[in-house]
């Protein structure tokens, strides 16, 4: 049998306090290496952070405010970046210690470790408090200011109604495309965008350009000059026009174009509009679509809008047997609602609703006969060649426009400045068409998926009781049917707030546009 000797431990007395401890290379008890080395020596326990009321940001220095909740592990990461001497010693745990949010105090815990003597590693937990400063950031500071923007992008809409406005800024909210305006001002015909930097305001003009199609000008007023350093201050301005079309709008295509897609029309339905303006010829079901520039270069104007919609009954609907897609072309027998117990007027029309419409439904369209036009928007009509009496847009249901029941459902906006003294028919004007928007959402699954719709507080109560109201006025399964559901809608969280912040970070150093560009020709087209 091997003999294993027995291995004891050594005992010895501290040379500080003559306490027994195991033998270690400093010949000290724990408690006398920490009476006589601070391994925290060099590292502030008070410090100053600087806090933007405005905006609820924190300063980074040198000079980048980052938005971060209390006691948040951002936060926790932008207080830690400022306490210097951390690199001289190794980090092993960081947390918070509970303040009152009023106190304008925070305070970490730290838990590190340093190498005091040879093979002596020392730990110790202290507290680093914060003192919380209020500073403006520099976007707060130029709001306050007042008139100290750079560049300014007018985005304009020749139209009667703001359908297309409440949809751009939807877009712009999801994708945080705003993240760099000092202020916007709301205009009768559009929105103002002031930026600090010119890059901000052609990054956003790119933005635009991308989900709708747009013809922009640039022009600049010189401000200042300084002829001895050869330097010069500008003001820029874009003026962005939006095309005059809008969905379920009727156009007659001027020849040109008309022929460019087919010889489809010359009355086609638009439906939709994108980056590109779609059609659909309601007589042969034969689509087409154009970009920007060929618009703007053969420009037309919609014979009627949403306004003008007028409801129709739907008596018959036979197919023909040709399909495109999710339309289907039928020969379709109707008469105006307004017309029972007034006339029997009877009227037989081709449609591409015919997989939507049947017999009994309520239909929305325009009355072609009964309209004026100016030759001029009739352009693109051939000779002895007649527009059909009526064309059908959409469907709709009975008294589902009649009823605003409150809805378990919300989107956000932008925060503005409004028009100045409104007068009380355009408040209204602004008011319908919000409703008509919230209607189009209701309506569209398409445009429910490109934009951001919340939940209610209290939205599965509401929504009980919005179904029991339709049930109680009537209306049929299938518009019941149409309602969003619950598991479709996002929860209203802070978070959700800046989900793409990094998509329009502030970058004051951006290389993208060069300086050569203030020579470029002012009548782009985008």
């Known amino acids: 049998m091997e003999y294993i000797p027995q291995v004891k431990q050594a005992n010895i007395l501290c040379c500080m306090c003559g306490v027994l401890i195991p033998a270690n290379p400093s010949n000290m008890c724990v408690d006398c290496i920490k009476s006589q080395v601070d391994i925290t020596e060099g590292i502030p326990k008070q410090l100053t952070i600087q806090w933007c009321r405005g905006c609820a940001r924190y300063l980074q220095p040198p000079n980048h405010w980052a938005i971060a909740e209390l006691e ?38 730290l838990t590190i470790q340093k190498e005091v003597f040879t093979s002596a590693i020392l730990q110790q937990i202290f507290i680093v408090e914060f003192v919380v400063q209020g500073q403006q950031c520099d976007k707060c500071q130029k709001f306050e200011a007042k008139d100290t923007w750079n560049s300014v992008v007018q985005l304009r809409q020749k139209v009667d109604h703001k359908r297309t406005f409440l949809y751009i800024e939807q877009l712009i909210l999801k994708h945080n495309a705003h993240s760099q305006t000092l202020n916007i001002k709301e205009k009768p015909d559009g929105l103002d965008f002031f930026f600090s930097n010119r890059n901000h305001a052609m990054k956003f003009v ?73 059609f659909i010829d309601p007589n042969t079901l034969l689509t087409g679509e154009i970009s ?44 105006r609602s307004a017309d029972f117990g007034a006339n029997d007027n009877i009227h037989d029309i081709r449609s591409h609703l015919g997989n939507i419409l049947n017999p009994g439904d309520l239909a929305l369209g325009y009355d072609v006969a009964s309209s004026n036009f100016p030759d001029s928007d009739l352009a693109g009509l051939k000779r002895n060649q007649q527009l059909p009496d009526f064309v059908l847009v959409k469907k709709t249901y009975p008294s589902k426009n009649d009823f605003r029941f409150k809805r378990h459902w919300y989107f956000k906006e932008i925060p503005k400045e409004g028009i100045e003294n409104p007068k009380k028919f355009e408040i209204d004007q602004m008011e319908r068409d919000r409703e008509e928007f919230l209607r189009e959402i209701e309506a569209d699954p398409e445009l429910r998926s490109k934009i951001n719709i919340y939940k209610e507080a209290d939205a599965i109560n509401i929504l009980q009781q919005r179904i029991k109201k339709m049930q109680e006025h009537g209306i049929d399964e299938e518009a019941i049917k149409e309602e969003l559901a619950l598991d479709g809608l996002l929860d209203d969280l802070t978070n959700n707030l800046n989900i793409n912040d990094e998509e329009f970070e502030d970058d004051e150093d951006d290389e993208e546009y060069d300086e050569d560009e203030d020579d470029e020709d002012d009548d782009m087209m985008e």
Not at 85 to 100: C, I, Q, R, Y
Not at 230 to 258: M, Q
Not at 308 to 325: I, K, P, S, Y
């Open 292 to 335: 920007a520039l060929t618009f703007w270069n053969s420009p037309f104007r919609a014979l009627s809008s949403y306004k003008q919609l007028v409801e129709f009954t739907v008596l018959d609907v036979n197919l023909t047997g040709e399909t495109r897609g999710r339309y289907a072309l039928s020969e379709i027998q109707l008469m």
């Open 72 to 109: 948040s592990r951002e936060l926790l990461t932008i207080c830690i970046k400022r306490i210097k001497g951390l690199n001289k010693v190794k980090l092993v745990d960081a947390g918070w210690v509970w303040t009152e949010p009023h106190s304008k105090r925070l305070k970490v815990k």
């Open 206 to 278: 790119e933005f635009i350009s991308a989900i709708t199609p747009v013809k922009t000008k640039k022009s600049e007023q010189l401000i200042s000059s300084d002829e001895q350093n050869n330097n010069a201050n500008y003001k820029y301005t874009f003026s962005v026009e939006i095309v005059p079309l809008s969905k379920d709008d009727i156009v007659c295509l001027p020849p040109k174009i008309a022929h460019q897609l087919g010889n489809m029309g010359p009355l086609v339905v638009v439906t939709k509009v994108s980056n590109l303006i779609h």
